[in-house]
């Protein structure tokens, strides 16, 4: 059996493809490494979410060690364990990627057509002024009191039950009520009933491009398995995407191939206040700061918090102090500063075919990061924090680049056709192809970049 | 360790004393080693790959050689790596992830614990409009 496309990985980008692909009456397969979870089979804790529905059972980390990545293993890959946040790309953006890659259509304009269409498939919503919790309303009053512009969140979300009691942080670990709009509840969903086979633990290792088909090689629950079709979608994200490629035996003629990673390194630091603030309590995330000098200065500073065992890890303490902290969770805060970094990383393999991410911060990163630390400092001294506690524990959420878009094959990866250099039948349009890191939350642009690549694919 | 998914007991009872390093108990909260967590390891060397299984079982079985003294010196000094430089850094920087994930999990993944610092997560499950069950 050949298929129409194969589509390897099933977050935001591969369950767009899958759709938009099915839909147009394609004969599609999605191959995803993870399992498959539903709102009643999800980890109801901490612990088991953190083990289960992410690559390298919780983290992975940068070669030096400073870096951990998080990354979705399970149908629906990241959009099942992010906070299902939609942001367009602005024209800082558009601008600096039209120059980078030679794409003319990586502009407002003709991007908007392919937004709109995937914000009309989902249910989208903000948290309503009632529904904040006091962890945002500080977030809120401090940035008022020094001038700073914020925003609701735009939230891909349905019905998240917040009067009844529902802390949607526990939905990062999977949403027990399908209110989140992930991949897995709304696309991949819909394209089963037109059709799509899904095989889930299914883990490729590389591919063998051929003029008129793809073979995928790799393991279905853990046997030796391979599947065939006339074009094969790649949706791993950075790291999976370049690791397949570099697995593949046309690496060598792709230059660019894992170079250009970034991955916006976010900074969490925490607040105690003397009143309780329950920051992990209802809705989770609702504002964000929405500011032209924060964003010319490439700062993202996001209204977070962690759930206790990623607070306890963030902690830079030990002992009595460190078990001190944790006993007053509940009157902590935290404001998070992501920095729009520079795409220095470079993703490689081992032999054993091991991925290897080296990500050092330049100077500019760490310019970048202490800014935003010291704006931090003053957002919670005006609302009268007791005590700040700096992680410098960093995390990457967004992992961008490695197969970045443009015209030029010696320094890019995809064409902006979306195939890659050379071999017409591998598409790949998910956040590898990113030429460098946005500063705002790319999975909606994702998706955007999906059905702009399967419309042009069913032409 | 046995294999992937368990820990030797001797691996195990090290893995117990650098816990207590981290969390050693206080008038609210018990020790990692009096929680008993310990037992719950395997939830989390299940879904570890396993390379890093095994290197997980050969550091915990070389630590467990340490007398008390230096093993809580081996733990502040890799809680020092983040900051450090040199060439043994980066190691000493996996090494720390590596424990405190371990012992911050198990310990805070702890129902009781959990309870006990008020940071339980609920999520409604059914009618949004039907009365909440909590």
């Known amino acids: 059996m050949i298929y129409d496309f194969a589509i390897i990985g099933s977050g935001v980008s591969g369950g767009r493809m899958a759709y938009e692909l099915t839909k147009g009456g394609a004969r599609c397969v999605l191959l995803e490494a993870g399992r498959e979870f539903s709102a009643s089979t999800f980890p109801d804790n901490e612990l088991d979410a953190s083990a289960q529905l992410y690559w390298g059972g919780g983290v992975e980390l940068s070669i030096d060690g400073h870096l951990g990545f998080l990354r979705g293993k399970c149908l629906g890959g990241t959009s099942v364990v992010n906070n299902a946040i939609l942001d367009r790309f602005d024209v800082l953006v558009w601008d600096d990627w039209r120059e980078r890659s030679g794409a003319a259509f990586l502009n407002e304009d003709d991007m908007a057509p392919h937004y709109d269409a995937c914000a009309a498939d989902m249910q989208v ?52 009520r399908d209110s989140k709009q992930s991949s897995l509840v709304t696309t991949i969903r819909r394209a089963r009933a037109l059709g799509l086979e899904v095989r889930s633990s299914f883990e490729v290792h590389h591919v063998e491009h051929r003029a008129d088909a793809v073979r995928v090689v790799g393991a279905w629950l853990t046997v030796p398995a391979t599947v065939e079709a006339r074009k094969v979608v790649l949706a791993a994200g950075a790291f999976g995407n370049s690791a397949i490629l570099l697995r593949s035996p046309h690496a060598g003629a792709l230059p660019a191939l894992g170079r250009g990673f970034a991955c916006h390194p976010q900074y969490i630091t925490f607040a105690a206040f003397d009143e ?35 607070a306890a890890m963030l902690m ?28 220095a990383g470079r993703i490689r393999v081992t032999k054993s075919g091991r991925i290897m991410v ?57 064409t902006p ?13 998910d956040s590898s192809v990113f030429p460098t890191a946005p ?21 | 360790m046995t294999d992937q998914h368990t820990l030797s007991s001797r691996s195990r009872r090290a893995l117990e004393r ?13 020790s990692f080693s009096a929680l008993g967590c310990v037992e719950e390891v395997g939830r989390l060397l299940w879904y ?86 909590h």
């Not at chain 1, 002024?129 to 401090?142: D, I, K, Q, S, V």
């Not at chain 1, 303490?317 to 805060?333: F, K, V």
């Not at chain 1, 056709?417 to 349009?429: K, S, T, W, Y």
């Not at chain 2, 900051?83 to 702890?110: E, F």
Request: one cysteine or more; charged letters at 20%; hydrophobic letters at 40%.
């Open chain 1, 358 to 414: 080296d990500k050092p911060l330049t100077d500019r990163d760490r310019g970048r990061l202490e800014h935003g630390l010291r704006v931090i400092r003053e957002l919670y001294r005006s609302v009268g924090a007791r005590e700040l506690i700096e992680c410098r524990q960093s995390f990457g959420l967004h992992l961008m680049g490695g197969c970045a878009l443009g015209t030029n094959a010696q320094t890019s990866v995809v």
């Open chain 1, 417 to 429: 056709e979306f195939a890659v250099h050379g071999l017409p039948n591998l598409i790949a349009a």
């Open chain 2, 18 to 30: 650098i816990g207590d390093i981290y969390i050693p108990g206080d008038e609210a909260l018990p």
């Open chain 1, 125 to 176: 919503q903000s948290i309503s002024p009632e529904h904040r919790n006091r962890n945002a309303r500080l977030f809120t009053t401090a940035f008022d009191a020094l001038g700073y512009g914020w925003r609701p969140l735009d939230r891909a979300q349905s019905d998240c039950a917040l009067d009844a009691g529902s802390d949607c942080m526990r939905c990062l670990g999977g949403c027990a």
């Open chain 2, 48 to 133: 570890l790959p396993a390379s890093d299984a095994r290197n997980l079982g050969t550091l915990l079985g070389v630590l467990s050689c340490l007398p008390d003294k230096a093993l809580r010196a081996f733990v502040v000094w890799v809680e020092r790596s983040p900051m450090a430089r040199g060439p043994h850094a980066s190691t000493l920087r996996t090494i720390r992830i590596g424990l405190r994930g371990l012992v911050m999990s198990l310990y805070y993944g702890d129902p009781t614990v959990l309870a006990e610092i008020g940071g339980e997560l609920y999520v409604h499950v059914g009618s949004a409009t039907s009365l909440p069950d």
């Open chain 1, 316 to 343: 830079p303490a030990i002992g009595p102090g460190h078990q001190a902290t944790m006993r007053q969770y509940q009157n902590l805060s935290a404001i998070e500063v992501a920095i729009r970094d520079e795409p």
């Open chain 1, 276 to 310: 309780p603030v329950n920051a992990h309590k209802g809705a989770f995330q609702a504002v964000k700061a929405h500011d032209p000098e924060l964003r010319a200065a490439g700062l993202k500073l996001e209204n977070v918090f962690a759930p206790a065992i990623a």
């Open chain 1, 439 to 459: 500063g705002i939350n790319p999975s909606f642009t994702i998706m955007a970049l999906s059905h702009r690549a399967a419309r042009g694919l069913l032409q």
